[in-house]
């Protein structure tokens, strides 16, 4: 019977409809309005699909992934969630949209700072001539991560947490990594004809051409921290070698003709926990060989200077006998079975 991941991963009954709508897929109650409550369903729903990341269901499960993470960050999008609920038959009053908070406001109401703390780095933004965000992060008064969440809300657009998502590996083939580079951006993926991609800031309108240009569709940005998405470019271009970094005019070939031998980014990160776990134990492995090494000559040693009497040695050579025999042996045991490549 074949693999209906909807239904055996995700507990979605049989006669829903195949996809399901973002709700739906969420196990969400239709038209949720609560963003915490939309992040923490696709919160918990990511790391029961990620269980399937490695081994036979790789495949499925990154499509899973990336649907998920698709329907979190359209319901989490008010300008996209509203046409969304619209399509599916809601009917949206048109009111004026309500003051969203700022960036202080928001960082008070959490709790992450106090209006004294709020007043220092506003004091402080303005001598450096940094944002509000920038400031309290500098001031380690809060983390990257919270200040960008921060900046989203007083923004009105996503966040997105790149620790939890996978970008298309055939959209970052047509992004050079010094595009994401120089503008500190990260392409993720299209969604509904529009480019996703993880900003710092506005992008300048030099940035959306060029990306439109060599997409096809216009880019929506969402919020990220500096550091996860430089992290991110690091991690998500590391197996995937761009031609048109060092060919100009390369960026109409297909993705397929632009990728080395090396491994892709999704076989990176799918190896990746194994290939660790595999490194870590044969570090191990090779530091218990050093360990037995030392005691394969330490112990034939010791019999043959305290234990084993002079006459029953056959031969010796500055009173070692038994050492000259048993360390050999049992060093290429001990490196047989911790040093060699099997």
């Known amino acids: ?37 939309i992040r923490s369903f696709y919160k918990k729903l990511n790391g029961l699909v990620r269980k399937y990341a490695t081994g036979t269901y790789q495949l499925e499960s990154q499509g899973l992934l990336n649907e998920l993470a698709k329907a979190m960050l359209c319901l989490t999008d008010p300008e996209r969630k509203r046409d969304y609920d619209e399509g599916l038959g809601r009917t949206v009053d048109d009111v004026d949209d309500q003051a969203r908070p700022t960036v202080a406001q928001t960082l008070v109401r959490s709790g992450g700072l106090s209006r004294e703390q709020v007043k220092d780095a506003e004091s402080f933004a303005e001598r ?15 983390d990257a991560e919270t200040a960008a969440e921060a900046l989203a809300m007083e923004l009105g657009i996503p966040y997105v947490d790149l620790e939890e998502l996978v970008p298309d590996e055939s959209i970052l083939a047509k992004i050079p990594r010094s595009v994401a580079r120089r503008n500190t951006i ?49 991690r998500f271009y590391a197996g995937l070698e761009v031609d048109g970094e060092s060919e100009p005019g390369s960026e109409g070939k297909p993705a397929a003709k632009q990728k ?19 490194r ?23 019999i043959d200077l305290l234990v084993l009497p002079k006459s029953v040695k056959i031969f010796q050579i500055f009173d070692l006998s038994l050492t000259l025999i048993a360390a050999p042996v049992l060093l290429f045991l001990v490196w047989k079975s911790h040093f060699s490549r099997k």
Request: hydrophobic fraction near 40%.
């Open 1 to 37: 019977m074949p693999l209906d991941v909807y239904k055996d991963w995700l507990g979605i009954p049989e006669d829903a409809p195949r996809p399901p709508d973002h709700y739906t897929l969420l196990r969400l109650v239709m038209f949720e309005d609560d963003s915490e409550k």
């Open 128 to 142: 450096r001539g940094l944002s509000l965000r920038d400031a309290v992060v500098q001031m380690k008064l809060v």
């Open 186 to 234: 990260l392409p993720l993926f299209v969604d509904d004809d529009v480019l996703l991609v993880a900003c710092v800031d506005e992008p300048t309108h030099d940035l959306e051409d060029e990306l439109r240009l060599r997409l096809g569709v216009p880019m929506r940005r969402l919020i990220s921290s500096p550091l996860s998405i430089n992290q991110g470019i690091a």
């Open 260 to 278: 080395k031998k090396k491994k892709t980014s999704s076989e990176q990160a799918a190896a990746s926990p194994t290939d660790s776990e595999t």
């Open 280 to 302: 870590v134990a044969a570090h191990k492995r090779r530091q218990i060989g050093t360990i037995l090494m030392c005691w394969s000559v330490i112990i034939p040693v010791v």
